[in-house]
């Protein structure tokens, strides 16, 4: 079985967007980089500020289908470095406990095809900095 690297680019400004990149190594966990088993599923999350107030902001994630094959449910995580607290979110549902927030499809968004994607929105509150979160995505 691969093992699955999350790759997050370092720095945040007040507005940008945040990408990940999912890599796999042989079964070693050596270096190299190994494509998914054919037909395999993935996905691929990208957080975007869209505006900030000060003391809350709006962000959209793009997720997208990396796989092969079709999927049929994704969840992606959201860890914020700050205590960042989600108060509302659309086309997802979510839960947060600290400061990571765990989002899932809802029953229209959840099935892509190979290389489809789907977004989701939500408002946060924080206090004191709003860094960009680290984002994972998987299927299932």
Known sequence: TPNYEILATEGYQSSGSSNITVTSGGSSGGGGTTPPPSGGSGCSATFTNSSDWGSSFTGSVAVKNTGSSSINGWTVKLTFPGNQTVTSLWNGSYTQSGNTVTVTNTSN???LAAGAGTS????AG???SNG????SCTTG
């Open 132 to 135: 960009a979160p680290t984002v």
């Open 109 to 111: 968004n959840g099935s």
């Open 120 to 123: 989701f929105g939500f408002n």
């Open 126 to 128: 924080y206090s004191g």
